[in-house]
Nanobody, 128 residues
Framework: QVQLVESGGGLVQAGGSLRLSCAASGRFFDSYNMGWFRQAPGKEREFVAHIAWTVGSTSYADSVKGRFIISRDNAKNTVSLQMNSLKPEDTAVYYC?????????????????????WGQGTQVTVSS
């Protein structure tokens, strides 16, 4: 099992940057695929980015590609999301999620059903 705690959210002007962090406790962090999702008011939760348990494999939603960068530090049990050129439509609660590579079934990064563990979320607000 793994527990996740996000940090780094806040209020930023359009065009600015924020860096979100997700600290994981528990064993074998390096065996988890990690994802970032977000949920805006009145909208469904949506995929933002993922990074595989094997560092180097990443994917992004089209809406953030070229602006956001996901990374992980297995030595520190953290995953980060560097968000640049922020837009008002990026305003949402951002969630960190984990999926064990040993979980049964197929792992499909953009699907929140693939992730068994979730953090409590951190608010990101981008003003215009």
């Amino acid at each position: 099992q793994v527990q996740l705690v996000e940090s780094g959210g806040g209020l930023v002007q359009a065009g600015g940057s924020l860096r979100l962090s997700c600290a994981a406790s528990g064993r074998f962090f390096d065996s988890y695929n990690m994802g970032w999702f977000r949920q805006a008011p009145g909208k469904e939760r949506e995929f933002v980015a993922h990074i595989a348990w094997t560092v180097g494999s990443t994917s992004y939603a089209d809406s953030v590609k070229g602006r956001f960068i996901i990374s992980r530090d297995n030595a520190k049990n953290t995953v980060s999301l560097q968000m640049n050129s922020l837009k008002p439509e990026d305003t949402a609660v951002y969630y960190c999620a984990a999926a064990s590579r040993y979980s049964p079934g197929s792992y499909y990064p953009p699907s929140d059903a693939s992730y068994a563990y979730w953090g409590q979320g951190t608010q990101v607000t981008v003003s215009s």
